[in-house]
């Protein structure tokens, strides 16, 4: 694993670490900041008092937990911020996002509570268009995400030209309840872990949506209250 550290000036002149770590054979890009916000206590204040975490068991939703929208503001300062970075970093046109969500979510799901997709590592897009921003507001003995590589493909990006072969490959295990009631964390006999980031209070992580990931889950830590949880705030970029 390559990566490079510089410093950088946000939030009204407050220096911050900016780390890019190239992971697995395919050398992807993660960027790692910490130290993000000013005012990360502010934003934990937010959901208890405003938010609304509720829980989605849709067959099709990958996310095994509790979930709530941001506030606009969080979002609009959030990619202000990022722009110049992701411009440098992935070369996209920064200027023309078609997407930009945010939500809270906090991870609340027994393992025995998991569908069959959220056994195994997941991408949240093919677009090499779109990127994935995680803000950790929570601290250890949480955990934090976990990247993989598809042990039959090798692939550790699922892209529109390699996603029919993946899942060709892939679905047959889902459809035999291979995987048992566990969380990917460490991998298994399909998926290799490649990398991994580890939770800081204030942490916030970039990767593309493509990458195959998961986030690295102890049961025994799991709390559906958001001051004692595993909170983090997401955000899709789409261009």
Same mark, same amino acid.
């Given at each position: 694993?390559?990566?490079?550290?510089? #410093?950088?000036?946000?939030?009204?002149?407050?220096?911050?670490?900016?780390?890019?770590? #190239?992971?697995?054979?395919?050398?992807?890009?993660?960027?790692?900041?910490?130290?993000?916000?000013?005012? @990360?206590?502010?934003?934990?204040?937010?959901?208890? +008092?405003?938010?609304?975490?509720?829980?989605?068991?849709?067959?099709?939703?990958?996310?095994?937990?509790?979930?709530?929208?941001?506030?606009?503001? %969080?979002?609009?300062?959030?990619?202000?911020?990022?722009?110049?970075?992701?411009?440098?970093?992935?070369? /996209?046109?920064?200027?023309? @996002? +078609?997407?930009?969500?945010? +939500?809270?979510?906090?991870?609340?799901?027994?393992?025995?509570?998991?569908?069959?997709?959220?056994?195994?590592?997941?991408?949240?897009?093919?677009?090499?268009?779109? /990127?994935?921003?995680?803000? %950790?507001?929570?601290?250890?003995?949480?955990?934090?995400?976990?990247? %993989?590589?598809?042990?039959?493909?090798?692939?550790? +990006?699922?892209?529109?030209?390699? #996603?029919?072969?993946?899942?060709?490959?892939?679905? @047959?295990?889902?459809?035999?309840?291979?995987?048992?009631? #566990? %969380?990917?964390?460490?991998?298994?006999?399909?998926?290799?872990?490649?990398?991994?980031?580890?939770?800081?209070?204030? !942490?916030?992580?970039?990767? @593309?949506?493509?990458?195959?990931?998961?986030?690295?889950?102890?049961?025994?830590?799991?709390?559906?209250?958001? /001051?004692?949880?595993?909170?983090? /705030? !997401?955000?899709?970029?789409?261009?």
């Amino acid at each position: 694993m390559n990566c490079n550290k510089n #410093k950088l000036y946000i939030n009204n002149n407050i220096e911050v670490e900016v780390e890019v770590r #190239k992971i697995g054979n395919e050398e992807t890009k993660i960027i790692i900041i910490d130290g993000f916000s000013r005012s @990360p206590n502010d934003l934990i204040d937010y959901v208890i +008092t405003q938010g609304n975490l509720a829980c989605n068991k849709r067959d099709n939703n990958f996310y095994p937990g509790v979930t709530c929208p941001s506030e606009a503001s %969080y979002t609009d300062t959030l990619y202000k911020v990022l722009k110049p970075i992701i411009k440098e970093v992935y070369k /996209l046109p920064v200027a023309y @996002p +078609t997407r930009l969500e945010s +939500t809270y979510a906090m991870v609340t799901f027994d393992p025995s509570e998991l569908n069959q997709d959220q056994r195994i590592p997941h991408y949240d897009s093919i677009s090499t268009g779109q /990127l994935a921003v995680l803000h %950790y507001l929570c601290e250890p003995p949480f955990e934090g995400t976990a990247f %993989y590589r598809h042990k039959e493909t090798g692939y550790e +990006t699922i892209t529109r030209h390699r #996603k029919e072969h993946y899942w060709s490959f892939a679905e @047959p295990k889902l459809k035999s309840s291979h995987y048992g009631d #566990k %969380y990917a964390n460490n991998g298994n006999n399909e998926y290799e872990k490649i990398a991994n980031v580890d939770v800081k209070f204030n !942490r916030l992580i970039i990767y @593309p949506s493509k990458l195959l990931h998961s986030s690295m889950i102890n049961p025994e830590h799991l709390s559906s209250d958001p /001051l004692k949880g595993r909170l983090t /705030l !997401r955000t899709f970029i789409t261009y």
